[in-house]
């Protein structure tokens, strides 16, 4: 006879999905039902499982708070995007559009420049500062801003993601030692990490604080990620939220419209124009969106 329980995915590989219940934690499989419909379990949710000599079933998954493609999460407390300013050196557009799919979902993001030791990456810091990202310089070699870290995420829920070889897990070693993360050197021919993390898996810290490991990805991965309908875009970006309504046109897109407060903003130097780059950089990936691809 099978036993139900509840519990959070806190590994998922392959098919197979840890499931922390209590004291226990369970190797289980998804019912089929579940997969079929496009609803696949993802680390961080909350699950009902049953559980019969010694093996278990993910029957149902609970309400989400919020979820993602990638970093494939659900029910975040915030994102930690991971960058840095050499080997490999993070390209602006990539943390926009990450901060993107999380404003989308009302997920605060915290922006983690390391390898500070290496290159303090100061004009990076000052655009996210200046667009009110809270802001963290680490150094997974010395330590440095590790325990501000620490602070931060504290009693939280995130998820570390970022390009491939930015020092995610080092970071997680720095956080927690006996985790003995495995970690990879940085290709110096292609200026990107080996991929190291494969998996997604959430690691207890202590004090409430879980984090999600996740896989680095490329520029190239971008398309994979969340449709953001291109109408709600503006609102994910939260340094143009004191011009959105200030427009002379009601409908307007802040491109070419006359009249724009946020183009006005970015040219008083209000809005960083990088900033502003990756929002049109995605209006034009969002516009080719049809409706019938968003589900």
Not at 160 to 173: A, E, P
Not at 256 to 262: R, T, Y
């Amino acid at each position: 006879m099978s036993e139900r329980k509840t519990g959070r995915i806190v590994r998922s590989i392959s098919g197979f999905y840890d499931v922390q219940a209590g004291q226990k934690l369970i190797s289980c499989r998804a019912r089929g039902v579940l997969r079929k419909g496009g609803n696949s379990p993802l680390t961080g949710d909350m699950v009902e499982i049953s559980v019969e000599n010694g093996k278990g079933m993910v029957e149902k998954i609970l309400p989400r708070r919020n979820s993602f493609v990638r970093p494939a999460v659900a029910n975040v407390d915030a994102l930690v995007v991971f960058a840095a300013n050499v080997n490999p050196v993070t390209e602006p557009f990539l943390i926009d559009r990450v901060a993107a799919i999380a404003g989308d979902q009302e997920v605060p993001v915290y922006l983690c420049i390391n390898k500070c030791d290496l290159d303090p990456a100061i004009d990076l810091e000052r655009i996210y500062r200046h667009a009110g990202f809270q802001v963290i310089c680490t150094s997974a070699e010395t330590g440095e801003g590790v325990e501000e870290l620490r602070q931060l995420i504290r009693g939280k829920l995130t998820a570390f993601t970022g390009n491939s070889g930015v020092g995610k897990s080092s970071i997680l070693n720095r956080l927690c030692p006996e985790l003995a993360l495995s970690t990879g050197e940085v290709s110096e021919k292609l200026g990107r990490g080996r991929h190291t993390t494969r998996h997604v898996e959430l690691y207890d810290l202590g004090e409430g604080t879980l984090v999600a490991d996740t896989p680095g990805f490329s520029s190239f991965d971008t398309d994979m990620m969340e449709i953001i309908l291109k109408e709600n875009l503006q609102y994910a970006f939260p340094d143009f939220g004191a011009h959105i309504g200030q427009c002379q046109f009601r409908d307007c897109t802040h491109r070419k419209e006359p009249g724009c407060a946020v183009t006005a903003a970015v040219a008083a130097g209000e809005i960083e124009p990088t900033r502003y780059d990756s929002y049109l950089r995605l209006y034009e990936k969002v516009s080719q969106i049809k409706q019938w691809e968003i589900k």
